[in-house]
C-alpha cells in the first residue's frame, strides 16, 4: 500500500471520502497534499494544527521502516496551510527584522512545535537573521537577532532585553533567558 492509497482509506474510514490526496516526492521530503472542502478544511487542520500533525505522525509510524521514505522528511499539508503558515511567518520575521535595525537587541519568539520552528529557522536564514532555539518542550522557542548583534556580544558589548513576541505580533519585555545556553536546532528539526 502506498502513502497516497493509506491516507485515503484513513480518511475514508473517518467519513471523509470526497478528498483528493496526492503525495509528491521532492529532493529531501514527501509532500502529501489533501484537499478537502472549506467545511470540512477546519476540522482536517486542527487547532494550531494538531490534527494535521497527528496524520503525519500517523503516517511515519505506519510507513518509516518500510522504506517508502526513504530517508525523507514527510510533511502532510491540507488545502495548503502550511503555506499560509509559513507566509504567516515570514511576514512576521521581515516586520522583526525591522524591530531589531532600529533597537537591537533579541527577540524571543512563542514557544514553537519543532516543525514550527524550522520554518523560522529557514526563513531567518534567508533574512539575514541569527536564529537560535532556547528552552525545553513544550516551551522551547527561536530567539533571533541581527547578525550584527551577535558580532557585538562576542566582542563583549552588552544587549538590551530581550522582547518576547507571540502568534499575533504583540510584544512583552522580557530579561534575556537565565536558563541553559541555547542550542542551534538542526535543519531536520
Given at each position: 500500500?502506498?502513502?497516497?492509497?493509506?491516507?485515503?482509506k484513513?480518511?475514508t474510514?473517518?467519513?471523509?471520502?470526497?478528498?483528493?490526496?496526492?503525495?509528491e516526492?521532492?529532493e529531501?521530503?514527501?509532500?502529501?497534499?489533501?484537499?478537502?472542502?472549506?467545511?470540512l478544511s477546519?476540522m482536517?487542520i486542527g487547532?494550531?494544527?494538531e490534527?494535521?500533525?497527528?496524520?503525519?505522525?500517523?503516517i511515519?509510524?505506519t510507513?518509516?521502516s518500510s522504506g517508502?521514505?526513504?530517508?525523507?522528511?514527510l510533511?502532510v499539508d491540507?488545502n495548503?496551510?502550511?503555506?499560509r503558515k509559513?507566509?504567516?511567518?515570514?511576514?512576521?520575521?521581515?516586520?522583526?527584522?525591522?524591530?531589531l535595525?532600529?533597537r537591537g537587541?533579541?527577540i524571543?519568539?512563542?514557544?514553537?512545535?519543532?516543525?514550527?520552528?524550522?520554518?523560522v529557522?529557514?526563513?531567518a536564514?534567508e533574512l539575514g537573521?541569527v536564529?537560535?532555539?532556547?528552552?525545553?518542550?513544550?516551551?522551547?522557542?527561536?530567539?533571533l537577532s541581527?547578525?550584527s548583534?551577535q558580532?557585538k556580544?562576542?566582542e563583549?558589548v552588552?544587549?538590551?532585553d530581550?522582547?518576547?513576541?507571540d502568534a499575533s505580533?504583540?510584544e512583552?519585555?522580557?530579561?534575556p533567558?537565565?536558563?541553559?545556553?541555547?542550542?542551534e536546532?538542526?535543519e531536520?528539526?
Amino acid at each position: 500500500m502506498t502513502i497516497q492509497e493509506y491516507v485515503e482509506k484513513v480518511l475514508t474510514y473517518v467519513g471523509i471520502a470526497d478528498a483528493a490526496v496526492t503525495v509528491e516526492s521532492a529532493e529531501s521530503s514527501l509532500v502529501c497534499k489533501i484537499e478537502v472542502s472549506e467545511e470540512l478544511s477546519g476540522m482536517m487542520i486542527g487547532r494550531g494544527g494538531e490534527t494535521v500533525h497527528a496524520l503525519q505522525s500517523l503516517i511515519l509510524a505506519t510507513f518509516y521502516s518500510s522504506g517508502e521514505m526513504e530517508g525523507k522528511r514527510l510533511v502532510v499539508d491540507v488545502n495548503k496551510y502550511r503555506e499560509r503558515k509559513q507566509d504567516a511567518v515570514l511576514d512576521q520575521l521581515k516586520e522583526i527584522v525591522e524591530q531589531l535595525k532600529v533597537r537591537g537587541g533579541r527577540i524571543a519568539l512563542r514557544p514553537m512545535s519543532a516543525e514550527e520552528r524550522r520554518m523560522v529557522h529557514v526563513a531567518a536564514k534567508e533574512l539575514g537573521l541569527v536564529s537560535i532555539s532556547d528552552g525545553d518542550e513544550p516551551y522551547r522557542r527561536v530567539v533571533l537577532s541581527l547578525a550584527s548583534d551577535q558580532t557585538k556580544e562576542a566582542e563583549g558589548v552588552a544587549q538590551k532585553d530581550e522582547t518576547v513576541v507571540d502568534a499575533s505580533a504583540e510584544e512583552t519585555a522580557t530579561p534575556p533567558s537565565e536558563e541553559a545556553a541555547p542550542q542551534e536546532d538542526s535543519e531536520q528539526e
